[in-house]
């Protein structure tokens, strides 16, 4: 095991809802970063936190945003949800090192 | 172009084959590189990291190429518990890029 969580599990929304994500680092770990994962596809980075700052953003629009907390937590939060944001969210916990350690995910579903 | 591309494969061979994997980068500043192991509804695992020297961990085996830009992982003596999606991974400055994966599957 990583020691990097996520919650929830599951969720299921509906098209235009908002979402929040969370994802508890590894300890000792200071920035935390996130994915999107389409079936079939590898994942896709949606944008990374060190020590609460945003470090580097992948090609997501403004309507995925992020937190991260003075404990190193970190959460997702996506806006007006559309269909094509159903997939695994991965959130992924580093040190001083660039290796990455990944949460199980959250499965979202829109419909 | 994509950034980061690797053979989607899948790759299906006997059990105790050898089997290389090869990923290409685009961005000649890029950093550090990984290769990533994601069994089916699992999140990715660390494989190995990957270095200009090589390095190698049991039966696999790593290289990166910075003058051709590309990266492959060796996997010896394959078993089947080697059947997994492999990903490699290329960081660069505030961007870090997985290819779409490899799906290899090891028969007995």
């Known amino acids: 095991e990583t020691g990097v969580t996520q919650s929830p599990t599951h969720l299921i929304k509906t098209r235009g809802q908002q979402v929040t994500l969370r994802c508890s680092s590894q300890s000792g770990h200071n920035t935390v970063s996130w994915y999107q994962q389409a079936l079939g596809q590898g994942p896709q980075f949606i944008f990374q936190?060190?020590?609460?700052?945003?470090?580097g953003r992948g090609n997501f629009p403004p309507r995925f945003s992020g937190l991260q907390f003075p404990n190193y937590s970190s959460e997702l939060n996506v806006n007006a949800l559309e269909l094509d944001d159903s997939a695994l969210y991965l959130c992924?916990?580093?040190?001083?090192?660039?290796?990455?350690?990944f949460g199980p995910g959250t499965r979202l579903t829109v419909l | 172009r994509k950034e980061v591309e690797q053979d989607p494969g899948p790759f299906n061979v006997p059990e105790g084959a050898t089997v290389a994997f090869n990923c290409t980068y685009s961005?000649?500043?890029?950093?550090?590189f990984f290769w990533y192991r994601q069994d089916c509804r699992k999140e990715p695992k660390l494989l190995m990291s990957?270095?200009?020297s090589g390095n190698e961990d049991g039966r696999f085996t790593a290289q990166l190429n910075r003058a051709s830009q590309y990266i492959s992982l060796l996997i010896r003596d394959s078993k089947l518990s080697d059947s997994a999606t492999y990903l490699c991974v290329v960081n660069g400055a505030s961007k870090i890029i997985f290819g779409s994966g490899t799906r290899l599957s090891i028969r007995p």
């Open positions: 992924a916990s580093s040190g001083r090192g660039w290796e990455q350690f």
């Open positions: 990957v270095y200009s």
């Open positions: 961005n000649s500043a890029s950093q550090s």
């Open positions: 936190y060190y020590r609460e700052e945003e470090n």
